[in-house]
């Protein structure tokens, strides 16, 4: 197996070069197309010390896909095969939109970065959903991020609807409210706007036993964190994602770095991280949390982990590593609970 994963780093160091003279929207297409069309691989052997229960969710892994990377459940389970604990697929919105012009998608080679500015586009809530209905009985955790569609006059009754449609379909469901590129869209992250949205989406839940996760912006005040953290243990969320895309530029190298839109990648791992210790003091560790932001490694993902973060997500990352990224830092995430001692990755959060 180590090998294998050795072989793959070496192939995907070969092909970078020529998927980078591509532009970025059209190979992520590709790529799509590529997991489509290729068998199914064998997913990873469960590694009892790094198993996780969040929200009454049995991960086998910590380490997830986040959203933005499979928008339209078009190959959750050939991606769940390159060793992912789980995938979260989407954002999708109730109906069918384009998103912003191209390009829109943009590669900071020079910084490890990526910035988009893709603006929710999807296929909309009833071809997603067709999709996940044909693996309801696949096994895998694979959530959906949900969002309201840019020209909505009640963005509020977006988000239930798509709670209505998914919940018994999902995993989980990720409230996305954070993304940069939906004019307003973070306006909902207010303590008033939040309550009332809430609400309505737990609502829309019923009786439905579907945990839901609050994906947010890094760009918060420590007073913004603090309203979020009452709301959120108040409604009695299953765990908040800490954190989106940011609109922040740190000192970057790139042609691109003037690019409008949400910054990923490696220029995000100290801010992420620092929002997450934020949130994991704000909370008092009654919240689960998912770390997403600058993970690239296994210390990346040890580091989160020890701030706080039950569970982590990458994707820009990959990008730069390829596609064997996920089992790379499984692999060192297991032999770091061997070498600090412990029986269980649960063991290592918060203990920073």
Request: net charge positive; glycine share 10%; charged share 20%.
């Amino acid at each position: 197996m180590t090998g294998l994963r050795t072989r793959s780093r070496m192939i995907y160091s070969l092909l970078r070069p020529i998927l980078f003279r591509i532009p970025a929207e059209r190979a992520h297409n590709l790529t799509i197309s590529a997991l489509g069309m290729a068998p199914r691989g064998s997913r990873a052997a469960p590694e009892p010390a790094l198993a996780q229960r969040v929200a009454g969710i049995a991960f086998p892994n910590p380490v997830g896909l986040a959203p933005g990377f499979d928008k339209n459940a078009q190959v959750p389970d050939a991606l769940l095969g390159l060793g992912f604990g789980s995938v979260e697929i989407g954002t999708v919105t109730p109906r069918p939109q384009a998103g912003n012009p191209q390009p829109r998608l943009f590669r900071l080679v020079e910084d490890r970065a990526v910035i988009n500015r893709m603006g929710f586009n999807n296929e909309g809530s009833d071809v997603v959903a067709a999709r996940l209905r044909q693996r309801l009985d696949v096994p895998g955790i694979v959530g959906v991020n949900i969002g309201t569609n840019k020209d909505s006059t009640d963005r509020i009754a977006d988000y239930a609807a798509m709670t209505r449609i998914m919940a018994p379909i999902a995993t989980y469901l990720t409230v996305n409210i954070s993304s940069p590129n939906t004019p307003g869209l973070r306006a909902l992250q207010d303590e008033g706007a939040l309550d009332a949205l809430l609400d309505a989406v737990l609502h829309a839940r019923g009786a439905i036993n579907v945990p839901v996760f609050l994906k947010l912006a890094p760009d918060l005040e420590i007073s913004d964190i603090d309203a979020i953290c009452r709301v959120a243990m108040e409604k009695r969320l299953d765990a908040l994602i800490i954190s989106n895309t940011t609109i922040s530029r740190p000192h970057l190298r790139s042609r691109h770095a003037g690019e409008a839109g949400g910054l990923s990648g490696e220029p995000l791992r100290e801010l992420a991280l620092q929002r997450l210790r934020d949130f994991r003091k704000a909370s008092g560790a009654a919240i689960p949390l998912i770390g997403v932001g600058g993970i690239a490694s296994a210390d990346d993902a040890w580091a989160r982990i020890k701030a706080g973060a039950s569970l982590v997500q990458l994707y820009s990352a990959m990008v730069y590593h390829g596609p064997g990224l996920a089992r790379q830092i499984v692999t060192g995430l297991a032999n770091r609970v061997r070498q600090e001692g412990m029986s269980s990755i649960a063991e290592a959060v918060g203990t920073e």
